[in-house]
T-cell receptor, first 115, second 113 residues
Framework: AQSVTQPDIHITVSEGASLELRCNYS??????LFWYVQSPGQGLQLLLK??????LVQGIKGFEAEFKRSQSSFNLRKPSVHWSDAAEYFC?????????????FGTGTRLTVIP | DSGVTQTPKHLITATGQRVTLRCSPR?????VYWYQQSLDQGLQFLIQ???????AKGNILERFSAQQFPDLHSELNLSSLELGDSALYFC????????????FGPGTRLTVL
């Protein structure tokens, strides 16, 4: 069965500092991996996704993520955090089965940015 | 703005009641997904429709049902409501399958008293 683990419930970083949010997945085949961001009172917005190919994926808002099959990880990174990045971040794995496809989300990591 | 609209934004009702949540997908998207977000369960996939047909089912209770209409809008029906059904319900739409980006609506916050 598919599952996603985000070990950090809450992370606090200073504005301008680098950021890494961890995500580990469990899936039998090559997974489809996603990072979404949810700002307070908003729906989810896709930051980036990985299906195959280059394991370093660039996304919107200056985010990137690296797929490491050996570690079953898909960590999200940003070199310099802005105050507007404060939000909840969700990692998700996609399961494409015969005639069906859906996303399994992690529990999320809440990011606080301090000036 | 994702292009996905959900109504109503907020819904307050009593236990035992039935409610209907509505979702209009982005123009051109054929797939609609429903998710439930609660503090104890996190974000969970409920059900997916593709071009009017049910495509995938997740952790959807038997008291809940959904449908997608010919104009591609979708409705999620929740009946015999319980306190534990209080949550944020999101609709998302995509062109078709998993490799297509899912665009999320702003959600409907359901409070069951």
């Amino acid at each position: 069965a598919q599952s996603v683990t985000q070990p950090d419930i809450h992370i606090t970083v200073s504005e301008g500092a680098s950021l890494e949010l961890r995500c580990n997945y469990s899936y039998g085949a090559t997974p489809y991996l996603f990072w979404y961001v949810q700002s307070p009172g908003q729906g989810l917005q896709l930051l980036l996704k990985y299906f195959s190919g280059d394991t370093l994926v660039q996304g919107i808002k200056g985010f990137e993520a690296e797929f490491k099959r050996s570690q079953s990880s898909f960590n999200l990174r940003k070199p310099s955090v802005h105050w507007s990045d404060a939000a909840e971040y969700f990692c998700a794995v996609g399961a494409e089965q015969t005639g069906a496809n859906n996303l399994f989300f992690g529990t999320g990591t809440r990011l606080t940015v301090i000036p | 703005d994702s292009g996905v609209t959900q109504t109503p934004k907020h819904l307050i009702t009593a236990t035992g009641q039935r409610v209907t949540l509505r979702c209009s997908p982005r123009s051109g998207d054929l797939s609609v997904y429903w998710y439930q977000q609660s503090l104890d369960q996190g974000l969970q996939f409920l059900i997916q429709y593709y071009n009017g047909e049910e495509r995938a089912k997740g952790n959807i209770l038997e008291r809940f049902s959904a449908q997608q209409f010919p104009d591609l809008h979708s409705e999620l029906n929740l009946s015999s409501l319980e306190l534990g059904d209080s949550a944020l319900y999101f609709c998302a739409s995509s062109l078709a399958g998993l490799t297509d980006t899912q665009y999320f609506g702003p959600g409907t916050r359901l409070t069951v008293l």
